[in-house]
C-alpha cells in the first residue's frame, strides 16, 4: 500500500504565505509526476502544479507567479510553497502521485488534503 499525507495547512491573512507538504510512504519503486490539487465549496478539484521526475514543472494559470512547487522524488517528498495568498485560493488542497509500486504496478494516489483558508 501507498501513502499521501500532506501538512502544513492552516489560517492566513490575504497577503500572507503558507508551505504544505506531502510525503508519500510504502511499496513504492519509483515516483513519476507528483503535484497538488484543490478543492474550493461548491467546485470541481482543480490543478494547482505538478512536477515530474525530471524537474519539468507545470502550474495553473491561478498558481503562477505566486506559487512553487519543489520536489525530493528520491524521497517521496513535494512542497508548495504558496506567497501572496488571496481569498479564493482558500480550498483543501491534495497531493497527488503517480507511483510503480514494488508490486509492478503503476496507479495515482491521493492524500486525504490539508485545509488552507484565507481570510482577514
Known amino acids: 500500500q501507498v501513502q499521501l499525507v500532506e501538512s502544513g495547512g492552516g489560517l492566513v491573512q490575504p497577503g500572507g504565505s503558507l508551505r504544505l507538504s506531502c510525503a508519500a510512504s510504502?511499496?513504492?519503486?519509483?515516483?513519476?509526476?507528483m503535484g497538488w490539487y484543490r478543492q474550493a465549496p461548491g467546485k470541481q478539484r482543480e490543478l494547482v502544479a505538478t512536477?515530474?521526475?525530471?524537474?519539468?514543472?507545470n502550474y495553473a494559470d491561478s498558481a503562477k507567479g505566486r506559487f512553487i512547487i519543489s520536489s525530493a522524488h528520491a524521497k517521496g517528498t513535494v512542497y508548495l510553497q504558496m506567497n501572496s495568498l488571496k481569498f479564493e485560493d482558500t480550498a483543501v488542497y491534495y497531493c497527488?502521485?503517480?507511483?510503480?509500486?514494488?508490486?509492478?504496478?503503476?496507479?495515482?494516489?491521493w492524500g486525504r488534503g490539508t485545509q488552507v483558508t484565507v481570510s482577514s
Open positions: 512536477i515530474s521526475r525530471d524537474g519539468s514543472t
Open positions: 497527488n502521485a503517480d507511483i510503480f509500486t514494488t508490486t509492478m504496478s503503476s496507479n495515482t494516489y
Open positions: 510504502g511499496s513504492i519503486f519509483v515516483i513519476n509526476t
